[in-house]
C-alpha cells in the first residue's frame, strides 16, 4: 500500500502542473466590441473602443482601400486620434486587445472593421472666427513665446487661424475694429474669406509686404507654382471704412502669384512710395475681381503702379516671389471696376512684357482716376480687353507727358466711353520695346522683339475729351522709329 502512494501522488502532480501551464487562448479572452471611427479634420480621425476588463492595452490596425492592414500604434487607452490622412480617401480600422500571461502578450480576437471615408472641407471642425486686436492666437498658440508681446499679439492672433486654415482646408474669420500692426508677411491659403468689419486698420510694422496668397503650409519648402496652380478661392472684403496703410513703405500690401478666383471688395489701399511697390502685384491669377476699393497717395518718390499686372520671368525681373517657377504665365480673366484712383503716380498697368505671354480678358470698367502723374492705365502686351466707362481728372505732369491711357503693343483692346478731362493728353498707342538702357541692365532681353499693334480706329474713339494739352484724343504709331510721320492722330 505504501508503495502505491508513492507512484499515485507525483502522478497526481504532474497532472495539476500541465493544466495551470496552458497558454490563455485568443477564444477565450473575446474581441474588442464597439469600435467607432470620427472625422476631425480633412487630415485627421479619432477612433474609440469599448474596454476589456483584462486587457493590458490595444493595438490599432489600419488600411486604405483594398490595401493589407498595418499596425499602426499599440497604446494602453480607448481612443486613438489617427493623423496624416487624406480627403477623399477610404480607410478600415479594427483593434484587439492583449494581455501578459508568463511574460509574453496573448492577444484576442480582432473586432469588427470600421470605415471611413474622409470628407474634405468637412464641417467637423469649426470654421467660422471673430477675432479682435485683443483676442488671444487660436487654441492660445505663440502665446508665451518668444517674439509675442502686446505689440505683436495681432500679427499673432491672425497667424494662428490663417495657419489653421491651412491644414482643415480653409475657412472665414472677422475682423473687428481696430488696428492690427504686422510683424511679418501673412499667408492666405486656399478656401479662405476674411471680413474685415468697419474701422479696421492693417499695416506693417517695418513697412513691408502685409498679405501673401500662399499657404503656410508651402513656405521653406522649396515648392514651386505653375500656371495657376497656386492659391485658390481667396475672398478679402472691406465693410465700411478698412484701411491697408502702408505708410509710405516698399513691397505690395497683396501679392498674388499662379492663383485663381481671387476677390478683393472694399478696401482702401493708403499710402506708397518706394520704387518698386505696389499696392496689389497681381502676376500668373486668373479670375481675379477688384472692386469698390480705393487706391489712394503715393508719395513723389514712388514710380510704380498701384495695380501692376505681370508675368513671372527670370528675364523681366518684374516678379522675384521665391514660389514661382518663373514659367512666363500671363494674368487672364481680370476684372477691375467702380474703383477710386487717385493722388498717385499711377493706376493701373504693365510696365514689363515676355513676348508671346500677352494678359488676355482685362476688363477695367467704370473706375475714377485723377491726380495721377505718369499715367492711369498701361495696357502693355494686353489681348481682347476692354477699357470702358472709366473718367480721368487732371492725369497730368510737370512736363506734360502724363497719359490717361497708356498703349503698348496690344491686339484688340476696345475703348470706349471713357472720359477725360483736365488732363495732358488721352490715349498714346506705340510699339512695345525695351530701351537700349533697359537692356544693359536686363541682358535677358536682348532677344525680346518688340510687339507691334493691332488696333482698329473704330474701337478707340468714342470716347469724351475736353481740357486736354493735345488737339486730339489719340495718337498712334506702329512704327519703332516714332517719327512724326509715321503718327496717326485721331480725335474722338
Not at 502542473?17 to 474588442?32: I, Q
Not at 475672398?235 to 505690395?252: P, Q
Not at 491669377?285 to 499686372?309: P, Q, T, W
Request: charged share 20%; net charge positive.
Amino acid at each position: 500500500m505504501k508503495i502505491k502512494k508513492t507512484f499515485i501522488l507525483p502522478a497526481i502532480l504532474i497532472i495539476i502542473l500541465c493544466f495551470s501551464t496552458v497558454p490563455v487562448r485568443a477564444a477565450t479572452l473575446g474581441k474588442v466590441t464597439g469600435i467607432k471611427v470620427k472625422q476631425l479634420s480633412e487630415e485627421k480621425a479619432k477612433l474609440t473602443w469599448s474596454p476589456k476588463s483584462w486587457a493590458k492595452g490595444y493595438e490599432v490596425y489600419q488600411k486604405s482601400g483594398s490595401g493589407k492592414y498595418k499596425k499602426i500604434k499599440s497604446t494602453g487607452k480607448t481612443a486613438l486620434t489617427i493623423n496624416n490622412l487624406n480627403a477623399g480617401q477610404t480607410y478600415y480600422f479594427r483593434v484587439r486587445a492583449f494581455k501578459k500571461s508568463s511574460g509574453k502578450k496573448v492577444y484576442g480576437k480582432y473586432s469588427s472593421s470600421v470605415k471611413i471615408i474622409m470628407k474634405k472641407n468637412t464641417e467637423t471642425e469649426t470654421k467660422i472666427f471673430t477675432v479682435s486686436p485683443k483676442s488671444n492666437p487660436y487654441q492660445n498658440k505663440y502665446v508665451g513665446s518668444y517674439g509675442f508681446t502686446e505689440q505683436t499679439r495681432s500679427y499673432y492672433v491672425l497667424r494662428s487661424y490663417l495657419e489653421y486654415f491651412a491644414n482643415i482646408g480653409g475657412g472665414e474669420l472677422h475682423l473687428q475694429k481696430g488696428t492690427y500692426n504686422l510683424l511679418y508677411c501673412l499667408y492666405i491659403p486656399s478656401n479662405t474669406t476674411i471680413v474685415f468689419e468697419d474701422g479696421v486698420t492693417i499695416r506693417r510694422m517695418d513697412k513691408s509686404t502685409l498679405f501673401t496668397l500662399c499657404s503656410y503650409n508651402d513656405l521653406h519648402t522649396g515648392k514651386k507654382f505653375y500656371g495657376y496652380n497656386g492659391v485658390h478661392d481667396v475672398k478679402l472684403i472691406g465693410k465700411g471704412n478698412v484701411v491697408f496703410d502702408k505708410e509710405y513703405g516698399g513691397n505690395a500690401a497683396i501679392l498674388m502669384g499662379h492663383t485663381k478666383n481671387i476677390l478683393i471688395e472694399g478696401i482702401t489701399f493708403a499710402h506708397m512710395s518706394d520704387t518698386s511697390s505696389h499696392f496689389i502685384e497681381m502676376d500668373a491669377s486668373y479670375n481675379v475681381e477688384i472692386r469698390n476699393c480705393i487706391f489712394r497717395d503715393s508719395s513723389s518718390s514712388g514710380k510704380k503702379e498701384a495695380i501692376n499686372l505681370d508675368v513671372p520671368d527670370t528675364a523681366t525681373g518684374g516678379f522675384t516671389w521665391e514660389g514661382s517657377s518663373m514659367d512666363k504665365t500671363a494674368d487672364d480673366t481680370i476684372y477691375i471696376h467702380n474703383n477710386v484712383f487717385k493722388n498717385l503716380t499711377a493706376g493701373i498697368g504693365t510696365h514689363m512684357y515676355t513676348p508671346g505671354h500677352p494678359h488676355k480678358n482685362i476688363r477695367i470698367e467704370n473706375n475714377s482716376f485723377s491726380t495721377c502723374r505718369t499715367f492711369a492705365i498701361r495696357a502693355q502686351n494686353w489681348e481682347d480687353s476692354y477699357i470702358l466707362n472709366n473718367t480721368f481728372f487732371n492725369i497730368s505732369a510737370l512736363d506734360d507727358s502724363a497719359l490717361s491711357i497708356d498703349a503698348r503693343g496690344i491686339s484688340n483692346v476696345i475703348v470706349k466711353n471713357n472720359t477725360a478731362t483736365n488732363s495732358d493728353a488721352f490715349m498714346k498707342i506705340i510699339v512695345s520695346r525695351y530701351s537700349d538702357s533697359t537692356i544693359a541692365s536686363r541682358p535677358g532681353l536682348a532677344d525680346y522683339e518688340p510687339i507691334y499693334n493691332s488696333v482698329n480706329k473704330e474701337d478707340v474713339i468714342y470716347n469724351t475729351v475736353s481740357g486736354l494739352k493735345t488737339n486730339y484724343a489719340v495718337s498712334y504709331v506702329n512704327s519703332t522709329t516714332h517719327q512724326g510721320s509715321t503718327t496717326q492722330y485721331w480725335n474722338a
